[in-house]
């Protein structure tokens, strides 16, 4: 069965250091998403993007954070500095946008970052 | 802003009982999704809801679409231990077109 993939699963970096996120999404599904999950609180969404194109980033930090994908594919979320209250679980999903009304997330196992 | 909220926030139940959480937005949704979340693990989706009113049902687990379409619920029959976990609604926006998650329920089974 297809998974989204993320990588690393862990990572530990000093504050005001850069760190960065990245996903593969399952073949083929057009939407990627990346939310931040803090322990104990529902996944708050950053960023989603529609094949390469930003679909809505309202929610994503734009002087630390910044999230790309070039080629439609894989995706790369950075954030530079890190500060002590960015530590966080980061999930990335993807979906099959455009089937119909499904909007079915799929979800990878998550980079878990502490700052310390 | 749009918020999701879920009620409770924590439920402990014996093995055998029901549960049941709700799931109510400050906007009318376009749709909603249930998801479920393991202790350590990533979110799982469960259902999606589209039409007013709707209900379904997955084995001993029954979502319902309220009429205004700004509310949900998830029942669960006869709780397992497997069950145990955190428990989201989501849905998007019918206006903005923007997905926010609820706030979750967690839910904990005592054997």
């Known amino acids: 069965e297809a998974e989204v993939a993320q990588s690393p699963r862990y990572k530990i970096t000093e504050k005001s250091q850069a760190v960065a996120f990245w996903c593969d999404p399952i073949?083929?599904?057009?939407?990627l998403y990346w939310y931040r999950q803090i322990l104990g609180q529902g996944p708050e969404l950053l960023v989603q993007?529609?094949?390469?194109?930003?679909?809505?980033d309202s929610q994503l930090p734009k002087d630390r954070f910044s999230a790309e994908r070039l080629k439609g594919v894989d995706s790369t979320l950075k954030i530079q500095p890190a500060e002590l209250g960015d530590s966080a679980m980061y999930l990335c999903?993807?979906?099959?946008f455009g089937a119909g009304e499904s909007y079915e997330q799929y979800f990878g196992p998550g980079t878990r970052l502490t700052v310390t | 802003g749009q918020q999701v909220m879920q009620i409770p926030q924590y439920q402990h139940v014996q093995e055998g009982e029901d549960f049941t959480t709700y799931c109510n937005s400050s906007t009318t949704l376009s749709n909603i999704q249930w998801y479920k979340q393991r202790p350590g693990g990533h979110p799982v989706f469960l259902i999606q809801?589209?039409?007013?009113?709707e209900v379904k049902k997955q084995k001993r687990l029954t979502f319902q679409f309220g009429e205004a379409k700004k509310n949900s619920s998830l029942h669960i029959t006869a709780t397992q231990t497997t069950d145990v976990g955190t428990y989201f609604c989501a849905g998007i926006n019918s206006g903005t077109y923007k997905y926010i998650f609820g706030t979750g329920t967690r839910l904990k089974v005592l054997a």
């Open positions: 999903a993807s979906s099959p």
């Open positions: 073949s083929g599904h057009a939407t």
């Open positions: 809801l589209v039409k007013s009113g």
């Open positions: 993007f529609q094949d390469e194109s930003v679909v809505d």
